[in-house]
Structures are given as C-alpha cells and as structure tokens.
C-alpha cells in the first residue's frame, strides 16, 4: 500500500487507480493494465520516491534541498519542498524547456541553469550540496527513491486479482526500475519479468548493459 513508502509517515503521493487499456488489451491480445500515474500531485511516478527522501532528509535535519533535473524529479523535489516548509533549488540543464522552469518556478523552487546536459547540472548540485545544511535530492539513484518507487508493486498487489505476467516500465535514470524490483521481491513477485523500454537516442540502460558498466551518454539526441 502507499503508506509502505514512508513507514508510518503519510506519503505526499496518492495510490493511483489501475485501469484496463481497451485499445492496447485488443493490440496485445491479453489484458494489459495501466498504472494511472500521471494524475499524482506533480503529474509522475517521481513524487513517490523523491518525497520519501525529502521527508527523510528533513527529519535529519535538512534545511535546504537541492536537486539536478530537466524536468520530473525537479517538479517533485519542488512540490515535496513546498510541502515541507523548506527552500529547494532545482538545478536544470540548458536543454530544459520554459514551462517547465515556469511551473518549477509557480511551486517555488529557484532554478539555476548549468551544462547542456544533466551530468553537467548534477555536477553543480553536488558542488552546492556542500553548503552547510543543504542536501542534495538525486533523482533516481538513492535507496530511500527506490523505496518510495516500491509503493507502486504494493498497490498493484492490492488492486490485481492475480499476479500479473509482466510489468512494462520506462527507463530514465533506472529509479523506477530499481523500485519496482525492489517491490516485487517485497510482496513475493519476484518471478515476474520486466520489460524496460528507453527512449533511442537517450538508451543509456541499453548501452550500459552491452558494456557491463556504467555509462554516461555525450548527448541526448
């Protein structure tokens, strides 16, 4: 269930419905199911995770946040922040589009440009995150995200009459992969398959897997 993402603490995600697509049950030939994340609070998944690591590092003390996004995590450090009664900075790349620096703006983050990618404003995250007190929120790969991310497998488990054939999911960063490898071995799903699918062109899970390694792609083309 939601709850599971903030061990007590009342999460700042909601638990999303889980609705049968007609249309893609017809193309596939079985039922296929979406997990209706988009009408959370700021709109992704990313509130789930990011809001479980904002809410920790406030109760540890935390007076500022500070997060590298050109878009969905910033939007959830942003909206957790506001939430927490505590200042954010969001840290974009210069390839991040107007609205989005207007609605990180409306939910009020401050935002400073650095680099034309996110390596390159995550390098200025982390430089800022050395100021006293302020901690920085990395959008995808902390294991309080994952956990928060793991919520999602606990309200399938509750909506779903059975355990499901497969999960479909996008690959970003692999936060929400992470998190929902993480939930299926939480509730006993662990022989489920995933299918990760990433977008050509920003496939660095792909590449990082033919490579055996990390790796960071010099562009998103």
């Given at each position: 269930?939601?709850?599971?993402?903030?061990?007590?603490?009342?999460p700042f995600h909601i638990?999303?419905?889980?609705?049968?697509?007609?249309?893609?049950?017809?193309?596939?030939?079985?039922?296929?199911?979406?997990?209706?994340?988009?009408?959370?609070?700021?709109?992704?998944?990313?509130?789930?995770?990011?809001?479980?690591l904002c809410q920790e590092?406030?109760?540890?003390?935390?007076?500022?946040?500070?997060?590298?996004?050109?878009?969905?995590?910033?939007?959830?450090?942003?909206?957790?922040?506001?939430?927490?009664?505590?200042?954010?900075?969001?840290?974009?790349?210069?390839?991040?589009?107007?609205?989005?620096?207007?609605?990180?703006?409306?939910?009020?983050?401050?935002?400073?440009?650095?680099?034309?990618?996110?390596?390159?404003?995550?390098?200025?995250?982390?430089?800022?995150?050395?100021?006293?007190?302020?901690?920085?929120?990395?959008?995808?790969?902390?294991?309080?995200?994952?956990?928060?991310?793991?919520?999602?497998?606990?309200?399938?488990?509750?909506?779903?009459?059975?355990?499901?054939?497969?999960?479909?999911?996008?690959?970003?960063?692999?936060?929400?992969?992470?998190?929902?490898?993480?939930?299926?071995?939480?509730?006993?799903?662990?022989?489920?398959?995933?299918?990760?699918?990433?977008?050509?062109?920003?496939?660095?899970?792909?590449v990082a897997l033919a490579?055996?390694?990390?790796?960071?792609?010099?562009?998103?083309?």
């Amino acid at each position: 269930m939601a709850a599971q993402s903030g061990r007590g603490e009342k999460p700042f995600h909601i638990i999303s419905p889980v609705l049968e697509s007609l249309p893609l049950s017809q193309a596939a030939g079985t039922k296929v199911y979406m997990k209706l994340e988009n009408i959370q609070p700021t709109g992704s998944f990313k509130i789930r995770g990011i809001g479980r690591l904002c809410q920790e590092a406030a109760k540890e003390g935390c007076r500022h946040f500070v997060c590298s996004s050109g878009g969905n995590a910033g939007l959830a450090a942003a909206y957790a922040a506001k939430k927490l009664g505590l200042p954010v900075t969001v840290v974009v790349p210069s390839t991040t589009g107007p609205a989005t620096v207007r609605k990180l703006e409306e939910l009020g983050a401050e935002v400073e440009v650095s680099g034309q990618v996110w390596d390159e404003a995550n390098r200025r995250a982390l430089e800022l995150a050395q100021t006293e007190g302020w901690v920085s929120i990395h959008p995808f790969d902390h294991p309080l995200v994952w956990q928060g991310h793991a919520s999602l497998v606990w309200e399938l488990k509750d909506s779903l009459e059975t355990k499901p054939d497969a999960i479909l999911l996008a690959v970003g960063g692999g936060g929400l992969l992470a998190g929902v490898v993480a939930g299926l071995h939480q509730v006993g799903w662990q022989d489920v398959p995933i299918v990760a699918a990433e977008t050509r062109g920003a496939h660095s899970f792909h590449v990082a897997l033919a490579a055996g390694r990390l790796v960071s792609l010099p562009d998103i083309t």
